[in-house]
């Protein structure tokens, strides 16, 4: 390994440890040449993950491209960074047992699927993306489909209250609602 500082090959070892989540070492070092003292991450290789994109194209997965699409949809949310590592962990695992190439479709289906336990308004920002919203109609239709479902979070407010929901049904009911033109409040 060679020195950060100065550029020597020569170093020790003077502590070794598990990471937190056990998939890697920490290696705390010492220059013998300059005294330096820094940390180093040993870690699984794993085998070559491909992406097949949507238009056909392969590239290498990328656990940061993963990450950050995912931190952009909780951005501006109460969400830890523990939470966000662990959901990335999660699905890496489940990339990694699936096969070597992994369509991006698959990817974004499993983030969805972790995002809408977590956080609706955070599922809603990724969707919206991966599933290539073009319109204020597509956004409305997935409220709908977040609010039919049972909530595993109890912690998390509903988006729209019961009687929210009644009026809606009221409305329906009455005949007000035509599927053929939906303007959700747009003249």
């Known amino acids: 390994m060679r020195c950060p500082k100065c550029g020597s090959r020569d170093d020790k070892v003077i502590d070794s440890r ?9 290696r705390r070092r010492e220059c013998l040449k300059c005294k330096y003292r820094f940390t180093t991450y040993e870690e699984i290789e ?3 993950l491909r992406v097949v994109k949507r238009d056909r194209t392969h590239e290498p997965f990328d656990r ?3 990450a950050a699409s995912i931190a952009k949809a909780f951005e501006k949310r109460s969400t830890s960074l ?5 959901m990335v962990d999660e699905i890496v695992h489940e990339l ?7 369509p991006s479709l698959v990817i974004g289906a499993k983030v969805l699927e972790k995002l809408r336990g977590a956080d609706e308004v955070a599922y809603l920002r990724y969707a919206s993306v991966h599933q290539r919203f073009e319109d204020v109609d597509q956004f ?11 909530k595993p ?3 998390q407010r509903e988006l729209f ?7 809606e049904s009221h409305a329906a009911a009455a005949g007000s609602r035509d599927v053929a033109n939906k303007n959700h409040g747009r003249v």
């Open 18 to 26: 598990q990471s937190r989540d056990s998939s890697s070492i920490r």
């Open 46 to 48: 794993r085998s070559d």
């Open 64 to 66: 940061r491209k993963l």
């Open 82 to 86: 523990l939470t966000l590592e662990e």
């Open 96 to 102: 990694e047992t699936s096969g070597r190439e992994v």
């Open 140 to 150: 409305v239709d997935a409220i709908h489909t977040l609010g039919r479902r049972i």
């Open 153 to 155: 979070n109890a912690l």
């Open 161 to 167: 209250p019961p009687e929210t929901a009644q009026t």
